[in-house]
C-alpha cells in the first residue's frame, strides 16, 4: 500500500533561497481564504516578507475579516468563494476548517491558481491524491504547511540524520499533547475536522517522522484511539481525543507516536520527536511546556548537545517558502506528492 520514494530534495529555500530558488521573476497578488486564527498568522508572516502582494481575502465570517483587514488595509474583500477565485490572482492560502481544504484548493487549481493549504490537504488519501492529481495536471505550485517542519531544531535533526553522523536511524518516538484542544467548536465535529487529535495534532508527527527519515515505505500501521477514555472502533464517528499508534518503515526503523487533546499533562503542551540511531541520538522538544519553542539537542552515549534553542521564529517559514517559489515562476512541484503517504499513514491509524 505505501511506496517507497527517493529523498525530497527540497528543503528549507525561505531560507536558503541562494541555494534552491529560483531569482523572483515577479511579485505574486495572493488571496486569503479563511483568515482565523490561523489563516491571519499566515497572512502576517507573509505580508512582513515582502515577497507577495495580499491583494484579496475572504472569510464566512466578519469578525475574521476585520482583522485581517487591519492587517492589510489595501488588500480588497471578496464576496464570495467564487469571486475570491474569479479576482486576478496568482495564488490562494487556506485556512479554513479542515474538511474544505480539499474542495477548495481543487476549485483553485482548477482556475489555475497556485495553492499554500493548511494541513490536513484532505481528508483521507483519496481526497488528498485528487488534490495533488488537480495541482499537476494545472502544472500550479501546491504546498502544505508541514510547520514543524520548518523549525531551526528539526532542521538540525533531519541535517543529522542526512549525514549519517548518528548512524542509521532503527526508533522514533514522537508525542504532541495539547493540553487545551482546540477552542473553536468546528474542531470537534467530524464533519467539519474529519477527525480529532490524529488529523490535528499527529499529522504532524506522522510527517515529521517520515521527513527526516527520506519518507521509506510504511508497514503494519498499528494504533488505538480513545474519546474521553473510551476506545474507539475503526472509522470512529466521534472525534478522538487520545491516539496512540506504531508502524515499520523499510530499513526496520520502529515509528511510535501519541497525541491528544486536553490531556492532564501538567503543562500547556508536551511536543517532542525523538530519533535514535546506532551511533547516536537526537531529540526536539518544547522548552516549558511551550507551544512555540523548541530546543534541539544531539545524544552520544550520556553527554548531550545543545544544536537548536529558542527564540526561533517558524511559523510562518513554509508560507513565505511557497511564496518564494511561487515569486521565482515555480509550477506544480512533486515533493508536495510525499502528502499522499502522510495521509495513507492516516487513513490506517483511522482504520481506513
Ligand atoms: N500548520 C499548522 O501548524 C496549523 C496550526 C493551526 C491550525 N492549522 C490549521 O488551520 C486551519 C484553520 O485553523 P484555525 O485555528 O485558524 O481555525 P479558525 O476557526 O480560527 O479559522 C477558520 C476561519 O475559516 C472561516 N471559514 C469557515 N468556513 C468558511 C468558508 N466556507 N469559507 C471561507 N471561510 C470560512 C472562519 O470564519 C474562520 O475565520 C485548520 O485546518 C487547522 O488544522 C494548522
Known amino acids: 500500500m505505501f511506496t517507497a520514494s527517493t529523498r525530497d530534495p527540497f528543503i528549507g529555500c525561505a531560507d536558503d533561497q541562494e541555494r534552491h530558488c ?6 505574486p497578488r495572493l488571496g486569503f481564504l479563511g483568515v482565523g486564527w490561523i489563516g491571519r498568522h499566515r497572512l502576517q508572516a507573509i505580508a512582513a516578507s515582502g ?14 475579516l476585520a482583522q485581517a483587514q487591519a492587517l492589510a488595509p489595501r488588500a480588497e474583500v471578496a464576496e464570495s468563494l467564487d469571486a475570491l477565485l474569479a479576482a486576478e490572482l496568482d495564488g490562494i492560502v487556506i485556512a479554513t476548517p479542515s474538511a474544505l481544504h480539499a474542495m477548495q484548493a481543487e476549485a483553485a ?15 483521507d488519501a483519496d481526497e488528498t491524491a485528487r488534490v495533488v492529481r488537480a495541482a499537476e495536471r494545472a502544472d500550479r505550485l501546491l504546498a502544505v504547511d508541514f510547520s514543524y517542519r520548518h523549525t531551526e531544531a528539526m532542521r538540525q535533526i533531519r541535517a543529522l540524520v542526512d549525514d549519517g553522523s548518528i548512524g542509521r536511524i532503527y526508533a522514533v518516538d514522537l508525542v504532541f499533547h495539547n493540553a487545551y484542544g482546540p477552542d473553536k467548536p468546528w474542531f470537534r465535529d467530524v464533519q467539519r475536522s474529519g477527525g480529532g487529535c490524529v488529523i490535528d495534532l499527529g499529522i504532524h508527527l506522522v510527517d515529521l517522522a517520515l521527513w527526516t527519515l527520506g519518507f521509506p515505505a510504511v508497514q503494519a500501521v498499528s494504533s488505538r484511539l480513545y474519546a474521553q477514555g473510551v476506545p474507539l472502533g475503526p472509522r470512529p464517528q466521534v472525534v478522538e481525543d487520545y491516539a496512540v499508534a506504531q508502524f515499520g518503515v523499510a530499513g526496520g526503523a520502529t515509528v511510535r507516536l501519541a497525541c491528544s487533546w486536553n490531556l492532564a499533562a501538567g503543562r500547556d503542551a508536551v511536543i517532542e520527536a525523538v530519533f535514535h540511531g546506532t551511533r ?15 530546543e534541539a539537542e544531539r545524544f552520544d552515549g550520556t553527554r548531550s548537545t545543545v544544536l537548536a534553542a529558542p527564540p526561533d521564529d517558524w511559523g510562518g517559514r513554509a508560507a513565505v517558502q511557497w511564496a518564494r517559489q511561487l515569486a521565482s515562476g515555480a509550477g506544480y512541484d512533486p515533493a508536495v506528492a510525499r502528502v499522499m503517504q502522510v495521509a495513507e499513514v492516516l487513513d490506517a491509524i483511522y482504520g481506513r
Open 280 to 294: 547516536g541520538g537526537a531529540a526536539m522538544r518544547n522548552v516549558r511546556g511551550s507551544f512555540l519553542d523548541f
Open 109 to 123: 487549481l482548477s482556475r489555475g491558481l497556485a495553492v499554500f493549504c493548511q494541513k490536513p490537504l484532505a481528508r
Open 22 to 27: 529560483a531569482p523572483p521573476t515577479h511579485r
Open 51 to 64: 515577497v507577495a502582494e495580499v491583494a484579496t481575502l475572504f472569510d464566512a465570517a466578519p469578525e475574521g
